[in-house]
Nanobody, 127 residues
Framework: QVHFVESGGGLVQPGGSLRLSCAALGFALDTTAIGWFRQAPGMERVGVSC????????YYADSVKGRFTISRDNTANTLYLQMNNLQPADTGLYYC????????????????????WGRGSQVTVSE
């Protein structure tokens, strides 16, 4: 079952920016917490950022603090990840997610119970 329509990945040079978008399908994004995970080549999927359903509490992995911003537009039923000053270490598949339980989306490694997943957007940072 497809939970999101994703866009915004691509190839960018170091120092560049991208914005990832995930439009939710079949459920109201304003009823859930939201989050982003990424999976580098040959590595496990890890948490990048998460935010509660009221947008009052936001968390970022140390590796992206000050460079990435999570947000949502409830009118558009879409969540975003703005990524600035991208570096080669940011290369990977980026997955959007939503869940009624914030803690599941703020885990360093996603638990199997996460309710809604995107299929992944490829981000490649290279000269």
């Amino acid at each position: 079952q497809v939970h999101f329509v994703e866009s915004g990945g691509g190839l960018v040079q170091p120092g560049g920016s991208l914005r990832l978008s995930c439009a939710a399908l079949g459920f109201a994004l304003d009823t859930t917490a939201i989050g982003w995970f990424r999976q580098a080549p040959g590595m496990e999927r890890v948490g990048v950022s998460c935010m509660d359903k009221k947008d009052e509490h936001v968390y970022y992995a140390d590796s992206v603090k000050g460079r990435f911003t999570i947000s949502r537009d409830n009118t558009a039923n879409t969540l975003y990840l703005q990524m600035n000053n991208l570096q080669p270490a940011d290369t990977g598949l980026y997955y959007c997610a939503a869940d009624s339980v914030l803690e599941r989306l703020c885990s360093a490694k996603p638990p199997p119970q996460v309710e809604y997943w995107g299929r992944g957007s490829q981000v490649t940072v290279s000269e």
